[in-house]
């Protein structure tokens, strides 16, 4: 391996269709009549060190260049490069023709809304529980996103640790998560509803549950990204240009089962309605002889189950990590809002434009940035509507 | 264990860069929070408006020192009334949502890769400080006593620190015994009153925002001095949530609770790390239940710990009141 010089250098390595290319000579001049040159080893790199920061010219050597080798870019020879004080620039010559393969515009759109669809999906099973507790309870439950992390972090143990198949984690881990949400409100919650502790105090403690749970994780699960052992090695089927696997499509069949069947709860059977009466208005549920602790119970059991389901999509989907729940925390918030916090297919609704306009902003803008523009969306919507599509027209001021 | 290092160590801590940072952004906070019930969950935005506003002007345009502090301080403003405007007349769960969702915008897009010639993306920049240790009375050497021995450049960072610290405070205690504190006051227990004796209560909030805003982004001035570079993932939203429990810890709605609460928290943060690392290395604490790495995370675990404690059992801090506080409301 070639020694790193010191200070300021100009380098490279030049390689085409992946093979490096030894002996081609390089020439370097910059202020002050400098000049320096070098030729490629045998795996193609080449070094030339350089006096001092500034701008210098490249001249790859074209004569030097093997038969039938020739460059992609030719006339971005000689090239001009700036270098910084302690830096070591590099400068890539292109050779051979330009092997990546561009999709159309159409093929990556519907690509991007299938992906969006699947993500969607997954943030609708964490943001019905989230919206439930809000209209329940009151609760802006800052801690969700750690229930999801959490449903990840207990399937990775039952599939990797323990060696089950993933179908069978999953199962556990709902079951796990569900037990998970009604010991949070029982230890936590509900003692301080008994105490008439305040909406925006109990907001904060779940602020600091996040911190505390979330690092908890770090200690445990530790800092790297892992996946699970069945979900590795997939190859996309399609069709056409979505790149989704079979076991994708299997997340969004269980997605949408999980969801249908929640919603026939809510809408068809007694403790359902009784559910969203709660969710509506609690003061008058309770008068008309609901049992409204009992609602709350299946609430925070329901939302934890389904947050742990999506904690195992999610984690399939793109990988396990320690703040995974946490990063997909304020688009939680935006579908809810966007949906209308309280009403459980307003969050449905709001997570499915979410996550498509989450995937399909990358046609635009960069893809670090896509999260951007689900968090514009949540402030548009509490400009423009603020009680978001299906909520009641009610003062959030 | 080395119990005189750990107390030295301690006593650094009580005055050192990071409590500089964190009083200057929970006096901020105090400002918004305590004393007008505003629940501004973006205060990390703040300061990195104002370290970026510094960094950009001075390394990447190449204007003077003194002009890259005006544009931040004009960029705090700015990020203030930006800020204030959807979310002024929200609710204080709304609030909470849209002001952390418009920090991490914030912290997003100067990260991001695309605008690295403009940003210095994820590495961010550095070499904008000179103008300010250019300014440094103190000639080369180490100044102090007993375990606060620092050389120059550190000296004249506590220096300035702690001189905008005591100017900051000094603001807030004269603007809250004023009718103009009052009326905030007022805004934090009982909107609707306010606004039926004819204050515009709006305008009111928007001006609170903006101090406290400016204030807060001193901090991030020292940030970004006291480090000599600005970096994106410094400014997420661990660093407001940090405040908070600074705030709250000293005692929301008093002048000098966010300065105690961030010398307390830093106190206690030094003395963990330092008692958990030595404990690890002398073999008290075994590899097996933690290992040096991992001390760093229990002070986050402490933290969120701390913050769900004292919302529980002393809302009001070390120093508060506890009729002050906008708890109960939503």
Not at chain 1, 32 to 52: E, H, L
Not at chain 1, 207 to 234: C, E, H, N, V, W
């Amino acid at each position: 391996m070639p020694a790193q010089a010191d200070g300021e250098t100009v380098q490279g390595v030049l390689r085409n269709e992946g093979t490096p290319v030894p002996g081609v000579n390089f020439t370097l001049t910059g202020a002050g009549g400098f000049s320096g040159q070098a030729t490629s080893d045998a795996t193609g790199k080449w070094v030339i060190s350089v006096p001092g920061p500034g701008q210098y010219k490249v001249t790859l050597d074209a004569k030097t260049l093997p038969d039938k080798v020739t460059l992609r870019f030719p006339e971005r020879n000689p090239f001009t490069t700036t270098v910084n004080s302690d830096q070591t620039k590099s400068v890539i010559f292109a050779l051979g023709k330009d092997t990546r393969v561009t999709e159309s515009n159409a093929d990556q759109a519907l690509n991007r809304f299938a992906q969006g669809l699947r993500f969607g999906l997954l943030i609708a099973l964490a943001a019905v529980g989230l919206s439930l507790i809000f209209g329940t309870t009151g609760l802006t439950n800052f801690a969700h996103g750690e229930l999801v992390t959490f449903g990840a972090l207990v399937a990775f143990f039952f599939n990797s640790k323990l060696g089950w198949p993933l179908l069978v984690a999953a199962v556990l881990t709902v079951v796990v998560c569900g037990a998970a949400g009604y010991l949070q409100d029982k230890i936590l919650w509900d003692p301080l509803r008994r105490r008439g502790t305040g909406l925006i105090a109990m907001m904060i403690i779940s602020i600091g549950l996040s911190i505390f749970l979330r690092y908890l994780f770090l200690f445990f699960f530790g800092g790297t990204t892992k996946s699970y052992p069945d979900a590795q090695g997939a190859t996309s089927i399609g069709p056409g240009s979505i790149t989704l696997t079979a076991l994708d499509y299997l997340s969004m069949a269980i997605s949408i089962v999980v969801l249908l069947g929640f919603a026939y709860f809510l809408l068809r059977t007694r403790t359902g309605k009784a559910t969203r009466a709660v969710a509506d208005n609690p003061a008058l549920s309770s008068a008309s002889g609901i049992n409204v602790d009992q609602v709350i119970r299946i609430v925070w059991i329901a939302g934890g189950a389904l947050a742990g389901l999506a904690g195992v999509l999610l984690g399939i989907a793109q990988q396990i990590n320690y703040q995974m729940g946490f990063q997909i925390l304020l688009l939680i918030f935006a579908s809810v809002t966007l949906g209308g916090l309280g009403t459980a297919f307003g969050a449905l609704v709001g997570s499915l434009v979410v996550g498509i306009v989450v995937e399909m902003s990358t046609l635009f803008i960069p893809a670090e940035l896509k999260y951007v523009g689900a968090l514009a969306i949540l402030i548009v919507i509490l400009l423009v509507r603020p009680q978001g599509i299906l909520g009641r027209a009610q003062r959030v001021g | 264990m080395d119990w005189a290092n750990i107390i030295d160590n301690a006593l650094r801590a009580f005055i050192g860069l990071d409590t500089i940072i964190y009083a200057l952004a929970a006096i901020g906070l105090n400002v918004h929070f305590g004393y007008t019930g505003l629940l501004n969950f973006g205060q990390a935005a703040f300061l990195a408006v104002a370290a970026y506003g510094l960094a950009i002007s001075v390394s990447i345009s190449g204007l003077p020192f003194g002009v890259g502090i005006i544009f931040g301080l004009i960029g705090a403003v700015v990020m203030a009334v930006l800020l204030g405007i959807p979310t002024l007349r929200l609710r204080a769960d709304y609030l909470a949502i849209v002001t952390i969702a418009a920090a991490e915008i914030f912290r997003l897009i100067v990260r991001s890769a695309s605008l690295r010639d403009q940003t210095g993306g994820s590495n961010g920049l550095s070499a904008f400080s000179s103008g300010f240790y250019d300014l440094n009375p103190f000639s080369k050497g180490s100044y102090g006593f007993g375990p606060f021995v620092y050389n120059e450049r550190d000296s004249w960072v506590l220096l300035v620190g702690w001189v905008l610290i005591v100017l900051a405070s000094t603001v807030v205690w004269l603007l809250m015994r004023s009718p103009w504190g009052r009326v905030i006051k007022a805004v934090r227990e009982d909107e609707d009153a306010v606004r039926s004796l004819g204050k515009n209560v709006y305008s009111y909030k928007m001006q609170s925002l903006i101090i406290g805003g400016v204030l807060g982004s001193l901090g991030g001035f020292m940030l970004a001095l006291g480090k000599g570079s600005v970096q994106p993932d410094l400014y997420g939203t661990e660093l407001t949530f940090f405040a908070y429990t600074v705030l709250l810890l000293g005692g929301a709605a008093r002048v000098l609770g966010p300065v105690i609460g961030a010398a307390l928290f830093w106190v206690v943060l030094s003395l963990t790390d330092n008692i958990l690392n030595q404990a690890i290395s002398a073999g008290y604490v075994s590899t097996s239940i933690m290992t040096s790495n991992q001390v760093g995370q229990i002070r986050f675990i402490l933290v969120g710990l701390a913050l769900m404690l004292l919302m529980i059992f002393r809302p009001q801090g070390i120093f508060g009141d506890r009729k002050e506080l906008a708890l109960d409301g939503r």
